[in-house]
Nanobody, 115 residues
């Protein structure tokens, strides 16, 4: 089992920034990807960003150029720097850990972008 602890969500004004963190603990594999998905009320869960064990990144189209994902392998932690936030970024952000065929999810952290 892998446990994921997320932090950093909150309320921010449009144009502001937030940084999310997700720390993994437990039975950590040597090779794994970590990332963030988000789910807004009434919408499907969508990819925000993912980073492989080698550092390869992928972003959802709606966040490219505004969000940056990074990881600290020594801490088994992934970070999501979110800049130029928009009201449509409001959602629950869920941390994901994937070491095929296993996938684990965090509890989620709320991000609200509103004036």
């Amino acid at each position: 089992q892998v446990q994921l602890v997320e932090s950093g969500g909150g309320l921010v004004q449009p144009g502001g920034s937030l940084r999310l963190s997700c720390a993994a603990s437990g039975s950590i594999f040597s090779l794994y990807a970590m990332g963030w998905y988000r789910q807004a009320p009434g919408k499907q869960r969508e990819l925000v960003a993912v980073i492989s064990s080698g550092g390869t990144t992928d972003y959802g189209d709606s966040v490219k150029g505004r969000f940056t994902i990074a990881r600290d392998n020594a801490k088994n932690t992934v970070y999501l720097q979110m800049n130029s936030l928009k009201p449509e970024d409001t959602a629950v952000y869920l941390c994901n850990y994937r070491a095929t065929p296993f996938t684990f999810w965090g509890q989620g952290t709320q991000v609200t972008v509103s004036s």
